[in-house]
Antibody, heavy 118, light 107 residues
Framework: QITLKESGPPLVKPTQTLTLTCSFSGFSLNTSGAGVGWIRQPPGKALQWLGFIYWDDDKFYSPSLKNRLTITKDTSKNQVVLIMTNMDPVDTATYYC??????????WGQGTMVTVSS | DIQMTQSPSSLSASVGDRVTIVCRASHGISSWLAWYQQKPGKAPKSLIY???SLQSGVPSRFSGSGGGTYFTLTISSLQPEDFATYYC?????????FGQGTKLEIK
């Protein structure tokens, strides 16, 4: 049974750095083919793909956010971390992590709401 | 970037109806397309991957078709629990973009 859960601060100030952790079980990022992605959803809006990290540490980011995003993994802890710098109110959203299935996603975390406000 | 466009943006239907949602890609994506269902306040749920393959546990009333730039999601007989927002996603090239969503409402 694959499960994922996001955690992090619910509130960050403009210009601050956001760090979110995706803790997962039921698979290993040491296994060939495994991957975890990050997706966000502003209130009332559509899903936005943010980035992906693979078992071999290959990473891909949304071009519009590439300069602000870093995704890392800690296979010993079964965690993936998303770091987003220079947060702005437009970054207010629910952030999801999800398990790779043929580069789509089959299992999703419950999401964590992040508000950017002073 | 590949743009994904869904139509309609919203749709009203009744229990028992057959409904089809369309997703168009700005460039050919072969069969690298997924469909998700999202209910208010919940995470998306995977329905279909590789354009036509049903995710494990998804009812057979859901089906996907298409290829290249044109794809459809069909629900053969709407059930009360199917009223939700549906998203398509391409994973042919990065960024793996989503459509803007189709909200399926009760008539």
């Amino acid at each position: 049974q694959i499960t994922l859960k996001e955690s992090g601060p619910p509130l960050v100030k403009p210009t601050q750095t956001l760090t979110l952790t995706c803790s997962f079980s039921g698979f290993s990022l040491n296994t060939s083919g495994a991957g975890v992605g990050w997706i966000r959803q502003p209130p009332g809006k559509a899903l936005q793909w943010l980035g992906f990290i693979y078992w071999d540490d290959d990473k891909f980011y949304s071009p519009s956010l590439k300069n602000r995003l870093t995704i890392t993994k800690d296979t010993s802890k079964n965690q993936v971390v998303l770091i987003m710098t220079n947060m702005d109110p437009v970054d207010t959203a629910t952030y999801y992590c999800a398990h790779r299935n043929f580069d789509a996603f089959d299992f999703w975390g419950q999401g964590t709401m992040v508000t950017v406000s002073s | 970037d590949i743009q994904m466009t869904q139509s309609p943006s919203s749709l009203s239907a009744s229990v028992g109806d057959r409904v089809t949602i369309v997703c168009r890609a700005s460039h050919g994506i072969s069969s690298w397309l997924a469909w998700y269902q999202q209910k208010p306040g919940k995470a998306p749920k995977s329905l279909i991957y590789d354009a036509t393959s049903l995710q494990s546990g998804v009812p057979s009333r859901f089906s996907g078709s298409g290829g290249g730039t044109y794809f459809t999601l069909t629900i053969s007989s709407l059930q009360p629990e199917d009223f939700a927002t549906y998203y398509c996603q391409q994973y042919k090239s990065y960024p793996h973009s989503f459509g803007q969503g189709t909200k399926l409402e009760i008539k």
